[in-house]
């Protein structure tokens, strides 16, 4: 099921689990946001569509950080005047994770126990050592970063890469690494 929802003067398409830049709001990071204002929600045939907003229906999100979008030039040149103006711009985003659309709740991730009890870890060191692949397999499989990859300096990209063991080239640019990391997540 996805949605259509109004903030900040813009339209989103959203679904569980997807991920939005939005203008600014004034929420801290980890806390919860409602948008109350759904142009459309359904899916296929039963779609509903609101004039202008559906009445009752809500879409839950978390804010998974705040910060500044890259850098825009702005230039004024007159020529033969000897009039020239430079000014930059960074605009301020808060990036949203949808929770919940019209009442449909996102799967809840569970997270596996950390520590084994001691019994059970005995057995499974008796394990790792005879089946080697096992290990490497675990090894293999890169954990999805705490912030998004897209918010990442090239520093912070490449030590996430070596933390999880994935091949990259130090010399390639930001958007480079980001798909590289991505696909070997997935």
Request: proline fraction near 4%.
């Amino acid at each position: 099921m996805y949605a259509i929802i109004e903030t900040g003067g813009k339209q989103y398409k959203v679904q569980n689990g997807d991920q939005i830049r939005v203008e600014k709001l004034n929420v801290e990071d980890g806390a919860a946001v409602v948008f109350d204002k759904v142009l459309a929600a359904g899916e296929g045939a039963d779609i509903k569509v609101g004039t202008p907003y559906l009445e009752g229906l809500t879409v839950e999100g978390k804010v998974v950080e705040s910060g500044k979008g890259k850098k825009v030039i702005i230039f004024k040149y007159k020529a033969k005047k000897d009039y020239r103006k430079k000014q930059g711009h960074r605009q301020p985003y808060t990036l949203v994770e949808i929770t919940a659309v019209a009442g449909e709740k996102a799967p809840v991730k569970k997270e596996e126990p950390k520590e084994a009890p001691v019994e059970e870890a005995a057995e499974v060191q008796v394990e790792e050592k005879v089946e080697e692949p096992a290990e490497e397999a675990v090894k293999a499989a890169p954990v999805k970063p705490a912030k998004s990859l897209k918010s990442m300096k090239k520093a912070e990209l490449i030590e996430f890469a070596k933390e999880n063991g994935i091949e990259l080239d130090e010399k390639a640019t930001n958007a480079v690494m980001i798909e590289t990391i991505e696909a070997a997540i997935k």
